[in-house]
T-cell receptor, first 117, second 112 residues
Framework: AQTVTQSQPEMSVQEAETVTLSCTYD???????LFWYKQPPSRQMILVIR??????QNATENRFSVNFQKAAKSFSLKISDSQLGDTAMYFC??????????????FGTGTRLTIIP | DGGITQSPKYLFRKEGQNVTLSCEQN?????MYWYRQDPGQGLRLIYY???????QKGDIAEGYSVSREKKESFPLTVTSAQKNPTAFYLC???????????FGNGTRLTVT
């Protein structure tokens, strides 16, 4: 079974600074996907970024980027130029590769990020 | 606009009563999911469905039941057998089961 670990329950950073959220996972699979989801106070889950394990290049979406270290099974999220709207719970998630059957997301326990004005 | 609608936003029930949470999507997605969120535990999968009239148990299916009679709808029933039903419930859908999930706004269920 896959496990996802987020070791930082809470973090805070000053507005405009850069922050990195950690995530490690455990799997015996070689083909899989990794995700970061954001849950603001409204509790709507929003996809931030996605990484395919077979891609060596780290995914980037505007101010959000990941550091994917496959051998270390690490998948950290970097938020640059942080904004007040980035305040949210951030969840790391894992999904096995397409086997036409049992794909499902396994979530970490989340990191509560607060951006301080 | 396409999206996922969960209703109601807040739901209150007495212990021993079954309750059904609604989830409707107009995204034309094949796969739908129900997750439960508890403080400090992240999201845990209850049930998922890849196609109409078919569904599979997730990690914590005991005390829950679902149906998938229409592509757009995936209601979740919390039965009296669920020992700890008070939680935040999130419905999601995806084009395929290996695609990113789109989530609804959730239903907060309180059972007393």
């Amino acid at each position: 079974a896959q496990t996802v670990t987020q070791s930082q329950p809470e973090m805070s950073v000053q507005e405009a600074e850069t922050v990195t959220l950690s995530c490690t996972y455990d799997t015996s699979e070689n083909n899989y996907y990794l995700f970061w989801y954001k849950q603001p106070p409204s509790r709507q889950m929003i996809l931030v970024i996605r990484q395919e394990a077979y891609k060596q290049q780290n995914a980037t979406e505007n101010r959000f980027s990941v550091n994917f270290q496959k051998a270390a099974k690490s998948f950290s999220l970097k938020i640059s130029d942080s904004q007040l709207g980035d305040t949210a719970m951030y969840f790391c998630a894992f999904m096995k590769g397409p086997n036409f059957g049992n794909e499902k997301l396994t979530f970490g326990t989340g990191t509560r990020l607060t951006i301080i004005p | 606009d396409g999206g996922i609608t969960q209703s109601p936003k807040y739901l209150f029930r007495k212990e021993g009563q079954n309750v059904t949470l609604s989830c409707e999507q107009n995204l034309n997605h094949d796969a739908m999911y129900w997750y439960r969120q508890d403080p400090g535990q992240g999201l845990r999968l209850i049930y998922y469905s890849q196609i109409v009239n078919d569904f599979q148990k997730g990690d914590i299916a005991e005390g829950y039941s679902v149906s998938r009679e229409k592509k757009e709808s995936f209601p979740l029933t919390v039965t009296s057998a669920q020992k700890n039903p008070t939680a935040f419930y999130l419905c999601a859908s995806s084009i395929r089961t290996d695609s990113p999930l789109h989530f609804g706004n959730g239903t907060r269920l309180t059972v007393t």
